[in-house]
Nanobody
Framework: QVQLVESGGGLVQAGGSLRLSCAASGISFGFYAMAWYRQAPGKQREFVAS???????NYAESVKGRFTISRENAKKTVYLQMNDLKPEDTAVYYC?????????WGQGTQVTVSS
């Protein structure tokens, strides 16, 4: 059974930082591209950041220079370091694992940034 479990969300003031974690089980983690998405109330889910099997990263323009995605294959975990948070970063953040036709999602973790 595949599980992606996010953690690390919470309430933070604007300008603050949070580190999200996503622990995977039931998949060969090292063979999966990993990504973070987010969904704000009343909006569609949007891409935040991704990291390939080889470690190449990609970011949404809105988070470039503030967020950093990384992975630790030995722990089957992907991270999202979020700095200089803004109220518009408020959303539920979801972890995604992708390998060809296989796509898996976590249950999400809430991030709320107060102004």
């Amino acid at each position: 059974q595949v599980q992606l479990v996010e953690s690390g969300g919470g309430l933070v003031q604007a300008g603050g930082s949070l580190r999200l974690s996503c622990a995977a089980s039931g998949i060969s983690f090292g063979f999966y591209a990993m990504a973070w998405y987010r969904q704000a109330p009343g909006k569609q889910r949007e891409f935040v950041a991704s990291i390939t099997v080889g470690g190449s990263t990609n970011y949404a323009e809105s988070v470039k220079g503030r967020f950093t995605i990384s992975r630790e294959n030995a722990k089957k975990t992907v991270y999202l370091q979020m700095n200089d948070l803004k109220p518009e970063d408020t959303a539920v953040y979801y972890c995604n694992a992708d390998r060809g036709l296989n796509h898996y999602w976590g249950q999400g973790t809430q991030v709320t940034v107060s102004s």
